[in-house]
Each structure stands twice: as C-alpha cells, then as structure tokens.
C-alpha cells in the first residue's frame, strides 16, 4: 500500500500528505481497490493562475490563485476559496480532498473543490479585494459554473466576495447565474439559515454525541479555540442549548472563566477591542492552553494542525468537535481514542455549512426559496442521520469516528468510481 509521507514545511505539518494519510489508513482497513485508492488519491485538476491587480496607489502587483477539483465522479465540484496569506498549493489540495468526503458523508450529490488567493485581505482596501475577486473569477470561469464547480466562502472571503464573483461570471455569460455561488447575499439567491449552518450543524452533532455518551448538555463546559463566524455562533448556540462557555480564543489569545461567560458579550467585547482578549472577569490563556482545559466539549473552530500527537494526551475533553478543518493529525487522533475522547470529524461535524449550501443551490436552480425553519429542519435530519451512520461503523468496526466518517464516505465515491467506470 502506499503510504503518505510526513513532511514538514517551515516546522509546519504538510496537511496534503495528513490528508493522504488519512486516505491510506482508510483504504487499508477496508482492503479498498487498489486502481481506485490510486485515483482517490490525486486530485482530477489543479489550476494555478499568476494575474494582475491594479493597486489603490496605481501599482500593479501580481497574485497567485489556485483551484483545485479533488474528485468530481458524484457531482459537481464543491468548496469554499480563502484568502490568506499563507495560502498553498498543498493546502488547497488537502482542503478538496476533505471537501470530498464532507459531501459523501452527508450524501449530499457534489464532488470535493478547493480555492484560495495568496494575499493578505486585512492590508487592502475594498476596491482592491473587488479587483482582486473579479480578476481571479475571470480566469476560473472555464472551470466553474452551476453544473460543474459551485464556489463559497472560506478565511476572509464572505457574502460579499460571492456577490462579485456571480456578478463576474454572470456578466460573462450574459444574464444572471446565481447557482455559480453559495453563501451570497439573500438579496441575490442567497438562503437563509446560511451564515449560521456550519455552527448549527455541529451544534447538532455534538447534542446527538452528548446523548450518546449520556453528557447532560445542560451545564455541560465548552471551550471554543477560534472565535470567528463559526466558534461565535457555536457558543451562541451551545449557550442557548444550556452549555457554560468557559474559555474561547482568537488569533490573539484566550479567555478563560470556569463559571461561564456570555457569548454575546464576548462578540460585543471583540468588535470594540478587536480581540476576546481582556474581557471582563476572565483570565488570559495562551491558544495552546485552551485545548487542555478540563471540559466536557471542546470545539477547535480555527486552523489545521492544532491537536498533535504532542498535546493529545493533554486533553481533558469527553467530546472533541472539529468545526475546523484538519484540527487533529492522524497520531493524535489515536491517542485520544484511546483515552475515549470522541472526536467528532471535520467531515461530519462542519458538514453543515456545505449542506446549507447545497440548499441554496438547489433553491436558485429551482427559483424557489425555503423559510429558515425549513432550512434547519433539513438540515437537522441530514446531520443527525449522518452521526448515527457514522457511529453505526464505528461500532461495528470498533474504530474510531474519524475512520468510520472516512470508511462511509470513501466506500460511497469509491462506489460511484466503479458503477461509472472508466472513460473511455
């Protein structure tokens, strides 16, 4: 079998090869065909494009975009486009991969995509995001579209980098497309129910876990690492559910209060000071320490890599629910099992922002728009049917969530590959 390599790139974890890792091991357990293991895993496409943007001062500087399609055999592709300095290839690749089995595992009908610009939005004005956005959709635009790659938002893209590049693509066309993007603005084909669908579907997942596992989420202890649209509306609706907030982070540190704090406050004190850091009764922690808190729920909501095989065992969570990509490298992932810490899967625990987004796409395809309730309703049946499959193999297999997660979702694009066949 081949097995991924462990590289490491500026003292960082090379997450394409984590992600081919996690592939291998899958494939392994399931004896999986091996012409099928080749092809699953490499990506179909990787675009790399170098284009011009003229700067707020009259410059002109270049930038690097990549878009990668994973694997497109049950439906078009699907994922967000991040802007971000640190921006890579490999991370691009990585992100596709597990864009594929995120849809899979939900059994929702798209293939896995990626996208990304290597910039740093926080130094530019809106006039240049806007350039930066409609340059770069016009070069995606032989490879994106309704029927083939339906991009989102991701790191520092949002409602408004999606409206540009709809307008973009449909000014190409010639009439409006607003099945191109999800995660617009309602005003434009929008859904509702969308900014909140990532946090609300994990939110979903860890109740089903809590119940599992026989955790009262009433006065059950969160910590939340990241504290952006996802790890907010998660306390929000973790607060809501009962759940004592006890410490959250951001880029600039933590915040900690074993007796709980107000999610709504913690926002409040984070748009005046720009950070949580400093907000009232709490006591400062490192990001590093957040993870190793004594709490029921744990929910890494920022960068890969974070839970590694040096800090695993430090970990006091019962449940750990990634609401980020790629938190937790694959020999962490065995030390927690062992210590019966059930880690809820970046493939299933933020499933929910990519299956609300399937709904808006399936709304703008129809030109017929669903209520919130009803968005979440849907959405609730998908995430808790979804757990309980996972779970069923996990048990049956006795393997941990992760490997359960990739187990079905593997097993249902490896399925694809064979009733579609080769070509030609």
């Not at 032989?142 to 989102?152: F, N, Q, S």
């Not at 991701?154 to 449909?170: E, G, R």
């Not at 309703?377 to 996972?390: G, P, R, T, W």
Request: hydrophobic letters at 40%; aromatic letters at 6%; one cysteine or more.
């Amino acid at each position: 079998m081949v097995t991924a390599e462990k590289t490491k790139e500026k003292g960082k974890t090379n997450i394409w090869h984590v992600a081919q890792q996690q592939l291998d091991i899958v494939a392994e357990k399931m004896n999986l065909d091996r012409g099928i293991h080749e092809i699953l895993r490499q990506p179909k496409r990787e675009f790399t494009v170098n284009f011009p943007v003229k700067m707020r001062d009259g410059s002109i500087k270049v930038f690097t975009g990549y878009r990668v399609h994973h694997n497109l055999t049950r439906g078009p592709g699907k994922g967000g486009i991040r802007y971000h300095p640190e921006v890579t290839l490999d991370e691009v690749k990585a992100l596709a991969m597990w864009m594929t089995w995120k849809c899979a595992v939900v059994g929702i009908p798209y293939g896995g995509a990626k996208g990304g610009v290597v910039c740093n939005p926080k130094e530019m004005t809106l006039g240049e995001l806007e350039a930066l956005t409609r340059r770069f959709a016009s070069e995606l635009i032989l490879i994106i579209g309704p029927e083939k790659d339906i991009p989102a938002p991701d790191v520092y893209t949002n409602p408004q980098v999606m409206a540009w590049i709809m307008d973009t693509f449909s000014m190409n066309k010639g009439y409006s497309v607003a099945g191109v993007v999800t995660g617009k603005p309602l005003q434009i084909g929008g859904s509702e129910g969308r900014n909140e669908a990532t946090a609300r579907g994990c939110v979903y997942v860890i109740e089903e876990a809590a119940n599992h596992l026989g955790i009262d989420m009433r006065g059950a202890t969160v910590a939340i690492q990241g504290y952006g649209n996802a790890g907010s509306i998660a306390a929000k609706l973790l607060a809501e559910a009962g759940c004592k907030i006890i410490a959250v982070s951001d880029s600039r540190g933590g915040i900690h209060n074993p007796k709980g704090m107000d999610p709504n406050d913690i926002i409040a004190h984070k748009q005046k000071s720009g950070s949580v850091v400093g907000f009232h009764g709490s006591k400062e922690i490192s990001n590093e320490e957040i993870l190793e808190i004594p709490c029921d729920i744990l929910v890494p909501a920022a960068l890969e890599n974070v839970i590694t095989e040096k800090n695993a065992g430090k970990i006091k969570a019962r449940i750990i629910a990634e609401a980020a990509n790629g938190p937790t490298t694959p020999e962490a992932d065995d030390i927690l099992f062992k210590n019966k810490i059930m880690v809820l899967p970046d493939i299933l625990a933020n499933a929910g922002g990519v299956t609300v987004s399937y709904f808006e796409w399936v709304q703008d395809l129809q030109s017929l728009f669903w209520k919130e309730k009803e968005v979440n309703a849907k959405l609730k049946e998908i995430m808790i049917d979804s757990f309980h499959s996972v779970l069923k193999i996990s048990q049956k297999h006795k393997e941990n969530m992760r490997t359960a997660a990739y187990m079905l979702a593997v097993g249902r694009v490896a399925e694809a590959i064979k009733l579609r066949g080769i070509y030609p």
